[in-house]
């Protein structure tokens, strides 16, 4: 029998990966979302015949909503760059905590069965200056962000529920998710509002303008590693067929990049006919993370995943979305 699985920001970026690789391993959905990211948009997976779509704020469910449910995956939160963190730190904080809190009291109330995955992030480890495992989370400096920092405090509440009222809990961390599905987000003269999205399709859409001095934050010497959704999304489901409750488990890319050389491939990449302009390093936040590298050992060892797609694959599916989707930049 196919298991049903509640996804909680579904329609969201990685949540829209999430679904399709579901979709593919037989899985029934019913996805509650409330585009609050980017208005409504018409993913092809909503007219599939296993799948129902809830419009809905998470914590407009009660806890009838849940009953039945085999898998309650929970993606919802505010999401953004690093100047979305630091714009509304207290309504990341308090809005993040509702949701996660409220999904998890529905679910031990409505079916305490239930695996509760919890997408935590990377940003738990914004102090860390040396690639982490899954140790280093609970082993570290607190994060500087509220982001980071309510991840991190989720994490805390989803496996104090697993200890004190028996909650079926596994808790994911992917690193840097991108891919195709995200754009950048405009400010009202045009220009990007920079680090209101994430770093790659900002600095595909300043390299498809030919933005000149090339903005970037800080020094660009910030070290990353990015993962490819579709990435991010096989690891999870390899997680929910093979992983026993009380796991966490890091997804992250194998290759780590400084910021500033990822902003040269890019422009090589759209502009391969054009010099690279010269750099404005705009402030970057006392809090700018320097950096952030993973290591995925332990999905490689338990559940036999790798990632598939690399650095150059990944910035060929951003360019091509972001060149398609120019139109329906948001104002914000």
Same mark, same amino acid.
């Given at each position: 029998m196919s298991k049903r699985v509640l996804v909680l920001g579904g329609a969201g970026f990685i949540g829209s990966y999430l679904v399709r690789e579901l979709l593919g391993h037989g899985y029934t959905l019913t996805i509650v979302d409330n585009f609050s990211k980017y208005? !409504?948009?018409?993913?092809?997976?909503?007219?599939h015949p296993v799948v129902r779509l809830e419009i809905k704020d998470v914590r407009a469910l009660y806890p009838v909503d849940f009953k039945g449910y085999d898998i309650v995956l929970c993606l919802a939160a505010l999401i953004g760059g690093i100047q979305y963190f630091h714009r509304i730190p207290y309504r990341i904080a308090r809005d993040n905590n509702e949701i996660l809190t409220h999904a998890i009291?529905?679910?031990?109330? &409505?079916?305490?069965?239930?695996?509760?995955? !919890?997408?935590?992030?990377?940003?738990?480890y914004e102090r860390v200056?040396?690639?982490?495992?899954?140790a280093g989370a609970r082993n570290q400096l607190v994060p500087f962000t509220n982001y980071g920092m309510q991840k991190l405090y989720g994490e805390y509440l989803v496996t104090g529920a697993a200890r004190e009222l028996g909650l079926r809990d596994l *808790?994911?961390?992917p690193f840097n998710a991108v891919g195709s599905g995200e754009l950048p987000m405009l400010d009202r003269q045009g220009q990007v509002a920079f680090g209101m999205a994430h770093v790659i399709p900002?600095? *595909?859409y300043k390299a498809l303008i030919g933005q000149d001095p090339f903005e970037i934050l800080g020094d660009g010497e910030q070290v990353r590693t990015f993962t490819h959704a579709r990435d991010i999304a096989e690891a999870t489901v390899l997680a929910l067929e093979k992983a026993t409750a009380?796991?966490?488990?890091n997804f992250c890319g194998a290759e780590p990049f400084k910021i500033r050389d990822l902003a040269v491939r890019i422009w090589q990449k759209v502009n391969p006919?054009?010099?690279?302009?010269r750099f404005r390093h705009l402030e970057a936040p006392a809090a700018?993370?320097?950096?952030?590298?993973? !290591?995925?050992?332990? &999905?490689r060892e338990q559940l036999g995943w790798q990632p598939r797609f690399g650095v150059e694959a990944i910035l060929d599916d951003c360019i091509e979305y972001v060149r398609l989707h120019r139109d329906q930049l948001l104002i914000k």
């Open positions: 208005g !409504y948009l018409e993913h092809d997976f909503f007219k009291d529905c679910t031990l109330a &409505a079916c305490p069965e239930a695996l509760f995955v !919890y997408f935590s992030s990377s940003m738990v200056q040396e690639p982490v495992t899954e *808790v994911i961390r900002d600095f *595909v009380g796991e966490n488990f006919d054009k010099a690279m302009p700018d993370v320097r950096f952030r590298v993973g !290591y995925s050992h332990k &999905a």
